[in-house]
């Protein structure tokens, strides 16, 4: 107001100025979509990926700007490119400790089931089918990794644009039940066809003894979570439908529970219910059972989930 009246008087004192409303720089809160959209239409290209990744770095989200990093050095990414910023995007990832357990304690898992299957192998490769965030990567940043998830790096797990046999393993963690049954057999063999080793599983299993239909509400009934929804509407895998699978696939089978079902539901609702604890305290709490007891939480007759290992 009192710029526009001092504008007036000079004005009638013959000076013309116009009042211009100074511009905030703009800023921009969406994720990098056009990034996303680009590597979808190509999505073997390592420049679009490295692109991604400085996107999501500038947003201060190290998990996947790190995953993303990695990607693009599979895809052929030059070493001198990827050297000058991996150091930097790796010392941004928050501290592995104190994700939240039940994240961590999957992630602990298939660290330990990974390199089971690849000590022989001089420069092993990891596809990550589902990989959300791409958390995996920094648990096993001396392997070679690349990530598929559509709304992350914009690559489709279900039209898979990598020749066959392409990376040593391939991993699959908590997918398995988001997947309709009619199409899970596709899903397996897409994953089966990109490995030369085979493929790892890691996810909820059918337990009739655990009540999975009702826990599933339950979850829904406080938390609305999503997951839980996908969860009822395509049906838990049991542990003898991908034991038929490898017999019909002629692969060996492996099984071995893991986790256990009720430290992980409680831990569901813990975390719904955490809002009001402060950042020091939730990190606190699950340091201590990440670190403390990430070895005893395995249940034989009522495990969380299984973990499968499927070898050609």
């Known amino acids: 107001m009192i710029k526009k009246i001092i504008a007036k008087i000079l004005w009638i004192l013959g000076f013309d100025i116009k009042i211009t409303k100074k511009k905030s720089p703009a800023i921009s809160l969406e994720y990098p979509n056009r990034e996303i959209s680009k590597i979808a239409e190509k999505p073997l290209d390592s420049t679009l990926h490295l692109n991604l990744a400085i996107k999501y770095f500038e947003r201060s989200d190290y998990f996947k700007a790190y995953a993303e990093l990695k990607t693009a050095r599979i895809l052929g990414l030059p070493e001198e490119i990827y050297n000058q910023k991996e150091s930097i995007f790796k010392s941004r990832i928050p501290e592995l400790t104190e994700m939240n357990h039940n994240q961590y304690f999957r992630f602990h898992t298939l660290k330990s089931e990974i390199h089971k299957h690849i000590s022989s192998i001089e420069k092993p490769s990891i596809l990550d089918i589902g990989g959300g965030s791409g958390e995996l990567a920094a648990f096993i940043p001396e392997i070679d990794y690349c990530l598929v998830e559509p709304k992350v790096n914009g690559i489709n797990g279900l039209e898979l644009p990598f020749e066959d046999n392409r990376f040593d393993l391939v991993v699959s963690c908590h997918v ?137």
């Open 176 to 312: 398995l039940e988001h997947i309709a049954i009619p199409d899970r057999e596709r899903f397996l063999d897409s994953l089966l066809s990109k490995s030369k080793k085979g493929v790892v599983l890691l996810n909820p299993i059918q337990i009739d003894e655990t009540l999975p239909e009702e826990r599933m509400q339950l979850f829904i009934d406080v938390t609305n979570a999503e997951w839980a929804k996908e969860h009822l509407e395509c049906s838990l895998p049991t542990v003898e439908s991908v034991r038929a699978y490898s017999i019909k696939r002629n692969l060996k089978f492996n099984y071995t529970p893991n986790g256990t079902m009720t430290t992980s539901m409680a831990l569901v609702f813990f975390d719904h219910l955490s809002k009001n604890l402060s950042r020091e305290h939730y990190s606190q709490i699950n340091k201590f059972l990440n670190t403390k007891y990430i070895n005893i939480l395995d249940s034989e007759n009522y495990p969380n989930a299984g973990l499968f290992y499927l070898e050609k």
